[in-house]
């Protein structure tokens, strides 16, 4: 009896041990166990960066999309080289301080997730991009694990999550564009299809004067939850989901795609990538 209890406990131990490698490996670890950890010491920069140059951060306190973020990066990567720009990539949040953040024209949230950065931290950015700064951001910088920033909501998303698609969780969906004169939309086609675990939002960031450069087609795919016996509809209306913002002197411009690597395949997509970065870098062109 007593080996078999042993027996029992180890099964139990190894279902449970593979139950959290399993949450780990998809990303989803820090959904269960979320992270406010900050970092105090700012990363080294290199000593040769140059101008113009672009910060990728892609720290994960909450859910990690570990494949769009590394997509995100090889296409980051290829962008900034095809425009002779510079870059760094880091998940280290130190480097949002007054000193490192004057070396970058423009900031790239790939992905990041959760309560990144302390309250230091967040005015360096907050100062950084009201004096002048760019802010790009990519799919899960616009989703709830962000709510503990108030700014940021305000000011850079300007619509408060629901949920994603699930069931199934990726679908292809028509994208229209809204504003097509907006240099970040420069060459795109003014409907195209995309592949995507669409978000919705409570309301159009549209209302809160938001500029809504793209939506998304609701008849163009299911936008619900219908999974393990839930529904819920996630339809919005006015379905944005690529918009810019004047913050400041600065600017901010968010597209909801990328959650997978494959989305930074997608000529589309990484076409408003490029633009998107050009015209945030540009501070010659027409300001908010």
């Not at 113009?52 to 090889?74: D, M, Y």
């Not at 997730?113 to 004096?131: F, H, K, V, Y």
């Not at 944005?240 to 400041?248: A, E, K, R, T």
């Not at 795609?257 to 050009?278: D, K, Q, S, T, Y």
Request: glycine share 10%; hydrophobic share 45%; with cysteine.
């Amino acid at each position: 009896m007593i080996r078999l209890l042993k027996i029992l406990v180890l099964l139990v131990l190894l279902l449970a041990g593979a139950a959290l490698a399993g949450i780990w490996y998809i990303g989803a670890w820090h959904i269960l166990f979320p992270s406010s950890a900050h970092d105090r010491v700012a990363p080294p920069l290199p000593v040769n960066l140059g101008s113009p140059a672009v910060l990728v951060f892609s720290k994960t306190n909450q859910f990690r999309h570990k494949e769009g973020i590394a997509g995100g990066h090889e296409a980051l990567r290829e962008i900034v080289a095809q425009n002779g720009w510079d870059s760094f990539h880091t998940e280290n949040g130190a480097v949002f301080n007054s000193v490192d953040l004057e070396k970058f024209d423009a900031v790239v949230f790939l992905n990041a997730t959760g309560d990144m950065l302390s309250p230091d931290q967040r005015s360096a950015m907050r100062q950084w991009i009201e004096g002048g700064g760019g802010w790009l951001g990519i799919h899960a910088a616009g989703d709830g694990s962000h709510a503990v920033w108030p700014w940021y909501m305000e000011n850079l998303i300007g619509a408060e999550f629901t949920a994603h698609i699930m069931g199934p969780q990726f679908q292809i969906a028509t994208v229209t564009l809204d504003n097509a004169d907006h240099p970040a939309l420069a060459g795109l086609p003014n409907v195209w299809d995309h592949e995507e675990e669409w978000y919705s939002w409570k309301a159009s960031p549209r209302v809160n004067g938001f500029t809504i450069l793209a939506t998304v087609d609701e008849d163009s795919y299911t936008p619900e939850i219908n999974w393990m016996g839930k529904h819920v509809n996630l339809r919005m209306g006015d379905h944005p989901v690529v918009w810019s913002n004047c913050v400041g002197l600065g600017r901010s411009l968010y597209a909801a795609m990328g959650h997978r690597a494959e989305a930074f395949a997608e000529p589309n997509f990484r076409r408003l990538l490029r633009n998107g970065l050009r015209w945030l870098m540009d501070r010659t062109a027409a300001s908010c």
